[in-house]
Every structure is written in structure tokens, then in C-alpha cells.
């Protein structure tokens, strides 16, 4: 009798290890930042494999809390959060083939919008001065170290795309250029403009239903709205219509959008020509 019983208490303390173990375990698993792999060899989170706490800050029993233990974590309890170290200081220039800095970056586009002929070009909104487009260091010159920029503008008044290389340590433009019928990336501002002129037409009238069975709130604003998008190519399309066979000289973008956090809303067959501000439904 004296052995069944025995026999029988061994089981409910292995039963009572492994259940302790699989709560470790679990607890490893779940929780950011705490790993199976810092327990102490033979241990899984602080438990011995053979149902013993470990060393290293255990409670000293299964199931403790650690209470009144410096650094101790109770259990179930959330790690303390992560820190994240501050970025490294950046200088007003770089050095050699190093990124354009953000100093360097806004000089190089001030130095490229030289007068009087920036005042006669638009912006994608219509508005004085041409479109930027975007900024990147200039292929090295050899056997020079002095660090360029070239400057894309987009000139809407004239559909010419405007690409000017900078030199930062004189300050001065030392090439120009306008290109027709080249249509880079779109640039974030050109792709809120086209949603802005999307939800102004007619033809916005679908997404702001989608909007509203999605949400229950009525769609009123850009900003309620993820979007991305690109130029729009019709040299890739089987059927482009009448209204979009100056896609390509003009310059024509096409959206995704969705729901912030939330459901897509097609918007792939709406093409917006940005040079004419017109909207169009292909397909």
C-alpha cells in the first residue's frame, strides 16, 4: 500500500514539473524580449528540467513571483520595454560617396530654383516654381572629391522634365538640362494631388461609397486614406482611351488606396493626367 501510494505521489509531482515547464515555455514563447535560450543550461525559462527552479533571480518555487527580489520578473509580467539608442549624429556634409545630408540636401535644391527662370515654371498644383522631384549625389568626377547633387524638377507649364547638377562647394549650377516625353517616379506631393483631383471628379463618387460601407464615416479628406502609386505608361496597355493618348507627354499617374488600417478601395482604374488635371476610367 505504502508503495502504490508512493509510486502514485511521484506522478502528481512530475504531472506538476511539466506543467510548470509547459508555463515556462509558453511564457518564453509570448513574451517579447525574454528567450528559452537565456536560461541557465538544463533550465527552460527558469524551471529545471526535472522541476526545480533554476538559478539566476528564480522565486525559489514554482510559480513565484520573485516579489522583494531586485530585478526579478513575476510571472506572466511584461518585460520592461525596449530602448532604442539615438541615431549618430549627422554633419552639414558628407565626405566622399557618403548620402547627401539633410543640410546638403535642402542647399542643393535652393541652389538649383536659380531666378528668374524658376518663377515662370509650376508646380504639380499649379502653383509658381516647378515640381521637385528629387535630389541625389552626382556621379564622381575623377580624380575631384568635390560632392554634386543632381536636382530633378518636373516643370508643369511646359511638361519638361528639369534636371540641374550642383556643385555644393561653390555653390554653383554647373549643368542644365530639360528632357520632353520622360516621365520619372511620381513624387508623394504629384500622388496626393491626384487622389485630391480623383475625389473632386465625378468619378470620385465610388470611392467615397467604398469608403463609407467600409467605415460608416463619410470621406472627406486625403488624409483618411493610405495611398501609393506611379506613372502612369500606356505603352503597357491594350486599349488606352482618347482622353489619355498624351499620357506619357503629359504626365498620368494611377493609385492604390485603402482604408487607413482598414479595407482596399480600387482606384487602379481611375487615371489622373496631372498636366490637364483630368480624370479618366480605363477598362
Known sequence: ???IARRHLGKV?????????????????????????????GTVGGTTLDGATGGGGGSGEAGGNGEGKPGAQGQGSAPAPATVAPPAAEGAKGVGSDPLTDDELARAEALALTPPAAAAQQNVEGGRGPQHLGTELADPVPG???????VRFYDYARDELVTRTVNLDTGKVEKS??????????????LREALELILASP???GVKEDFEDATGKELTSTAQLWF????YRPYREANVPPQLARCGEHRCVRLVTKVLNGAWIDTR???????ARTVTRVG
Do not use: C, F, W
Not at 509531482?13 to 543550461?41: D, K, Q, Y
Open 269 to 275: 482604374n481611375l487615371i489622373v493626367d496631372l498636366s
Open 177 to 190: 538640362g530639360t528632357q520632353r516625353g520622360v516621365q520619372p517616379s511620381a513624387h508623394p506631393e504629384e
Open 228 to 231: 501609393n502609386g506611379d506613372v
Open 13 to 41: 509531482v512530475a504531472g506538476a514539473a511539466m506543467a510548470v515547464t509547459g508555463t515556462a515555455v509558453a511564457v518564453a514563447i509570448t513574451l517579447p524580449g525574454v528567450s528559452v535560450g537565456a536560461a541557465p543550461p
Open 203 to 205: 468619378l470620385g463618387k
Open 1 to 3: 500500500m505504502y508503495e
Open 144 to 150: 575631384d572629391t568635390t560632392r554634386r547633387a543632381d
